[in-house]
């Protein structure tokens, strides 16, 4: 069970850090009843920066007779070398191989990790799918974001947990302790809330998402691992609220994690505390999908600064809504680092922020920036988003003239010291199921290279332009809305070599349109199509609590390029707030 | 009353930093931890341990840490040394538990703002070198005669353009000595390890192998860096 021998392959593999385990706050624990593999279909800096990893390592590692050990998919290099040497994919802590676990938990963040997930099963020793599977093989859970369209994965799975797992996965463990009898556990299993046993659903049934109704007293660690090598973000994340009040149409976030629910500041003074001391860590992120609209921000953020200044912590927010107020809170920051400013005015005209109810003016982002100008700060990166339902070729033009205004008024600030350095960052917008535009078709290959070309024309040369490779973009919008027809076709591509296929360098084109065609269909059948608001639409049996007709009724207002109030100024009635009579904010 | 206390209570508050030196192994899986992510390590284990040390002035300040030569990736070593300046005393107790387990603290010392800096303390760093072989007599003796009768020896490396360039490691190495198992040939090594001239006790061995026309890559190496010579 205990592989020892690979001392020899770690020498020969790049960046071995990565298999080794042992970092400062990772779990030791002896004889537990219950082995749980957490598994991230990507690699090591990637999986280790991902906070609900984080808590849930935490939380099921806190339960007596639970061991939770962390698997990430290997790079290639070291994948070759395993099965070269009839080694099984193993886990960090006890190098335990991933078939003797009693659950496999992946985290499914992001559509195209569906061909990791097979290649880490595989390495594995688990048969791919869920029917192939007998009672000494682990269980196989998914769970994450796109667990609210799980249909063109649910194969291989045996649960699918659909919404936030704090609870659901509690109850699913506590539940094995009782009956480890593979059929009869998934059988009582799809009771839980939030549980979907593809195997055992009945036509007609629905699935409710599962939800936190209290963030003060939801589990949250105290304690996580240190990694030594650098993950992607390589910070302790605080998170400060969960959902988001705003409602942008694209933003299926925005949704799916109704109602905004936020912890009380003493509650998160409490947290930081704790990760601080038990880390070491130099550098908090307050992290929530808006987190300038938690309400208690400014007295968080003074506290942990004031009781942390001659550690040198610095204090980080992910991202800020334009509003001019927010540069205050910046610059409090910046007293301990330099830092960019990263906002998301996501459309560069008026109607087309309207279409996308982004709730903000051409003004507001001025003034955010003038206000930003004249505090010194030089470093701004803006994201905006193509491709978007009703959009012209003057829509992609005003981003342009967005950027000149913002470069004009930089150059009118009389006191500058630098060149400003500035960022755009455009991406293709990607229909997501759940939001009101999970109706809408992605524009075509075409559309998005034209589109791209205007971008380049339309933003000036000295400003730095990023934007994504389109093909990513069409195979993300597939697998979004994709239907039960995509298994075939994933496991068709992971058959002829497809992996890691949200990066670019080991995106195959010719193997996915290949892996399509094999099965019959093409990408633009599912990219391209558009729904009628009267369809059933694959994910109908997924209850997120957001009505449908709420949807229809923003993707109509959408077109008439109408607006919808926010949670805190108004209930626009999307269904939430029929969960414990209303919602309640602290504002 | 400890010795930052001490200094507080006459009346210096502030900035009275006192310099420490600390002496610690690196062993186990930590050999697969590099020199910068070893850095960064440090740092947040002298947080946790509440130790608050001296930063750098100026617009982007930086912990004023000084360590000891780079070890090389998948070497583990018996003395490495860490130099920093701290405005409160270090609880060793404290220290050790917030450490991973690969690090051992050998000791602690307060020195003077004086003290000779490590950069000049260290010249050399003894090492042993065990390589994992079918006929490790034969090869000890093979991998002796080459390097007690070679006049010089080379490795290439390739320079900041990306240039290859040979470098003659001979003058490199103060003495070397051959020994064998059943299993292994250990070569007992004292090397230069000035940060200008730091040799790298595998590339030492590479440059035997490439010598006797063996292929380096397909043995199993382990490293130990036992002591450090003025």
Not at chain 1, 38 to 60: C, N, Q, R, W
Request: charged content about 25%; proline content about 4%; hydrophobic content about 35%.
């Amino acid at each position: 069970m205990v592989n020892n021998n690979i001392e020899h392959i770690l020498k020969t593999t790049a960046k071995p850090a990565r298999y080794i385990g042992g970092e400062l706050n990772s779990v030791i624990k002896t004889d537990c009843k219950i082995n749980f593999a957490f598994a991230f279909p990507d690699t090591y800096e990637v999986g280790m920066s991902h906070l609900g990893m984080k808590i849930l390592y935490g939380l099921l590692n806190s339960m007596e007779d639970v061991y939770c050990q962390r698997v990430f998919a290997p790079e290639t290099d070291m994948a070759a070398q395993l099965k070269r040497n009839k080694i099984k994919l193993f886990s960090l802590e006890q190098r335990r191989d991933l078939n003797k676990f009693d659950f496999v938990g992946f985290s499914l963040q992001y559509e195209l990790c569906m061909t990791t997930v097979l290649y880490m099963l595989d390495l594995g020793g688990i048969p791919l799918k869920s029917s192939e599977r007998s009672e000494s093989d682990p269980i196989i859970i998914a769970g994450g974001p796109c667990c609210v369209n799980p249909e063109p994965f649910k194969d291989f799975f045996d649960i699918i947990v659909v919404g936030e797992a704090e609870e659901t996965l509690t109850q699913l463990i506590e539940l094995y302790k009782q009956h480890p009898d593979r059929k009869e556990y998934l059988n009582r299993a799809k009771k839980i809330q939030g549980v979907y046993i593809p195997k055992y659903y009945n036509q007609g049934e629905t699935v409710q998402r599962a939800l936190i109704k209290n963030m003060d007293t939801v589990y949250f660690p105290d304690k996580v691992i240190v990694p030594f090598i650098e993950p992607v973000h390589d910070r302790l994340m605080l998170e400060i609220m969960r959902g988001c009040p705003r409602g942008c149409r694209f933003c299926q976030a925005g949704f799916i994690y109704r109602p905004v629910r936020a912890k009380k500041v003493n509650t998160l003074i409490k947290q930081a505390e704790a990760l601080i001391d038990s880390t070491g860590y130099e550098e908090i992120s307050l992290t929530s999908l808006s987190a300038t609209d938690y309400f208690g921000l400014k007295s968080l953020i003074d506290d942990i600064i004031q009781k942390y200044s001659s550690q040198r912590i610095a204090v980080s927010l992910p991202s800020l809504r334009i509003d001019k107020s927010n540069i205050d809170i910046m610059k409090q920051l910046r007293k301990h680092r330099p830092g960019a400013l990263t906002f998301a005015p996501e459309a560069g005209s008026q109607r087309m922020r309207d279409i996308i109810n982004k709730n903000v003016t051409e003004k507001d982002i001025l003034d955010t920036l003038a206000k930003a100008f004249s505090e010194g700060f030089t470093k701004i990166k803006l994201y905006f988003m193509f491709g978007l339902p009703y959009e012209t070729d003057e829509d992609i033009w005003a981003i342009g003239i967005l950027v000149k205004k913002i470069l004009d008024l930089y150059n009118s600030n009389e006191n500058k010291i630098k060149a400003l350095n500035l960022t755009v960052s455009a991406s293709c917008f990607v229909p997501k199921p759940h939001t009101p535009f999970q109706f809408f078709a992605q524009c075509t290959q075409e559309e998005i290279i034209h589109k791209t070309q205007l971008l380049q024309k339309a933003i000036p040369r000295r400003v730095k332009l990023n934007y994504n490779d389109s093909t990513l973009s069409a195979l993300e919008a597939a697998f979004a809305r994709g239907d039960h027809r995509l298994n075939d076709v994933i496991l068709a591509a992971y058959k002829k070599g497809c992996i890691f296929d949200a990066w670019p360098e080991h995106y195959d084109d010719e193997k996915w349109k290949s892996a399509f065609s094999d099965c019959g269909l093409t990408i633009e059948d599912f990219a391209l199509k558009n729904f009628d608001y009267e369809d059933t639409l694959p994910w109908d049996f997924i209850d997120i609590h957001v009505d449908k007709n709420f949807f229809i009724k923003e993707a109509k207002k959408s077109a008439e390029q109408k607006t919808t109030k926010n949670c805190y100024e108004s209930c626009s009635g999307c269904g939430i707030q029929r969960l414990n009579g209303g919602c309640v904010f602290e504002i | 009353m400890s010795h930052a206390a001490a200094a507080a209570y006459n009346g210096l508050m502030e900035d009275v930093y006192l310099k420490y030196r600390i002496c610690y192994q690196k062993t186990g899986n930590l050999k697969y931890i590099s020199h910068l992510d070893m850095q960064r390590m440090f740092q947040r284990a002298l947080r946790r341990a509440g130790i608050e040390i001296e930063y750098s002035k100026g617009f982007n300040p930086h912990p004023k840490l000084t360590y000891s030569p780079p070890l090389p990736l998948f070497a583990e070593s018996l003395e490495e040394y860490i130099d920093l300046s701290s405005n409160n005393d270090i609880n060793t107790d404290k220290l050790k538990k917030s450490l991973p387990e690969g690090i051992a603290i050998n000791s602690i010392e307060e020195i003077s703002e004086s003290s000779v800096p490590l950069s000049s303390l260290i010249s050399f760093a003894e090492y042993n070198i065990s390589i994992c072989a079918e006929k490790p007599f034969e090869l000890s003796n093979k991998l002796k005669n080459i390097y007690e009768n070679a006049k010089e020896l080379k490795i290439t490396k390739f320079n900041k353009k990306k240039i290859k360039t040979e470098k003659n490691i001979l003058p490199l190495i103060r003495n070397a000595y051959f020994s064998a198992d059943e299993k292994n040939v250990f070569i007992r090594c004292i090397l230069s390890a000035k940060n200008e001239t730091l040799l790298n006790p595998f590339l030492f061995a590479q440059s035997l192998f490439q010598k006797a026309e063996l292929n380096f890559q397909t043995y199993d190496v382990n490293v130990l860096k036992i002591k450090t010579h003025p």
